[in-house]
């Protein structure tokens, strides 16, 4: 018997990852996007069907969930109305998996990631850390202060909404069809000629989350209905060094990385951010990573590099 997933938004990495995955696994998968020049080719291939829909237009998107889903994947909530306008789809679908961030935990003084004091997080974070309040209706989640309080509010109003719902809260996302790539700025300074970097922050662990390990961990959930809320990071927690050196391998630079002294001219990198994900519930729901950062990460910069070529 066949499964169907339908997945809002399944055209980047997270969802380009969880579709290839899903449809290699045998499933139906369908993904959503408004812009078809950005379906990734080797999902085609891989028979994902494309469907040129916005996720705010509700009618489109209950239309496309009416012939009935075993999965539905939503990586575009920001915001309880977001939420809250897909519910009369919701009674077509088995189960529902909605995709937050990392970023709405606070540390024990109520410092977070978009605030202007950085936090300062002394240990790996679990689900029931604090996280900052949720979003009034009209407040905006395209802005930096109300986009952490916006995937708060769509996380209760999803988890509140009496489907069975699971609230995946990924780190720093990874690989191929990224819409923002962070390796690209490394990628860049690396083939500008230089042959000596100064990094600020070197040993700061910023948490990775490959997409392919998160697209993992949808699979996992895929057929478990429940209500629950669940950290996505790679098992492996490599120094902004590290990333920079995995980088500077790929790309053959035989230059010198060092790390900063007062009064350097720094390469402040992306990765400065010392905050780390406990997934021990997901392993607890049977999920397995498909691999490490330091080996998922090169993922990214080939793509980069072969979107150059093409």
Known sequence: MSVRAVLLGGTGAMGGATAMMLSEAGWSVDVTGRDPSRMPKALTEAGVNFHQIDRHDIREVQHLISHGADLLVDLLAYSAPHVRALLPALPDVTNMVLISSRAVYTDDAGRHLNGDAPPRFTSPLSET?????????????????????????????????????????????????????????????????????????????????????????????????????????????????????????????????????????LFRHPWQTAMTLDTTAALKMGYRPVGNAVDLITDEVRWLLSTEMA
Do not use: C, M
């Not at 720093?172 to 860049?188: D, E, L, P, Y």
């Open 129 to 265: 850390a604090p996280t900052v309040p949720p979003a009034a209706d009209d407040v905006d989640p395209d802005t930096r202060e109300g986009y952490a309080p916006g995937k708060v509010a769509a996380e209760l109003a999803a988890l509140e909404s009496g489907f069975p719902v699971t609230v995946i809260r990924p780190s720093k996302v990874h690989g191929r069809w990224a819409r923002n790539a962070r390796t690209s700025s490394v990628i860049q300074l690396l083939r500008s000629g230089v042959e000596r970097i100064e990094l600020a922050q070197a040993n700061t662990i910023d948490h990775l989350s490959a997409a392919k390990n998160v697209a993992a961990l949808i699979h996992t959930v895929a057929p478990l209905p429940g209500r629950r809320i669940l950290n996505a990071a790679d098992p492996d927690a490599p120094t902004a060094e590290d990333i920079v050196r995995i980088i500077a391998a790929e790309l053959s630079w035989n230059g010198h990385i060092e790390r900063a002294i007062d009064g350097a001219k």
